[in-house]
């Protein structure tokens, strides 16, 4: 079976698009600026459409990991934040509690997983954030 085109990612890229080429000159000076974040809010709603649940499987194998554990989420997105959620909320409290303070394979671990989050989601979020760097 294929796809349904455009997709839901493509018909936000061409609005977008059409925004910011032929809409953004038409608004008022002082609209400007709110045409600017709408085009960047669909900008993040396609890279979102276009990631889907990858980025927050990524996390939730990455965190259960640090933990020894499998990820045990379903292809339902709510079940993967949910899990997601409450592993996160575990390694908070033992971030706040110094349980990753001692140097080692562990703190090493912690840290290039929040590093791998955060990439993750400057990828969505700000990808211009990560134009030059080198320690991806």
């Excluded at 933990?67 to 706040?96: C, K, Q």
Aim: proline share 4%; net charge neutral; aromatic share 2%.
């Amino acid at each position: 079976m294929s796809a349904d085109r455009p997709t839901g990612a493509e018909l936000l890229a061409e609005a977008r698009r059409t925004l910011l080429e032929e809409l953004i000159g038409l608004l008022p000076a002082e609209r400007r600026y709110d045409g600017l974040m709408v085009a960047n809010a669909m900008a993040i709603a396609a890279r979102e459409l276009t990631a889907g649940d990858a980025p927050a499987r990524a996390a939730l194998a990455g965190v259960a990991a640090l933990y020894g554990e499998t990820a045990e989420a379903g292809p339902d997105a709510a079940e993967i934040e949910r899990a997601l959620s409450g592993l996160n909320r575990r390694l908070a409290v033992d971030i706040r509690a110094g349980a990753f303070d001692a140097a080692g394979a562990r703190r090493d671990a912690v840290v290039a997983h929040l590093r791998a989050v955060t990439l993750a989601r400057l990828r969505v979020s700000n990808p211009k954030a990560l134009q030059g760097d080198t320690r991806e």
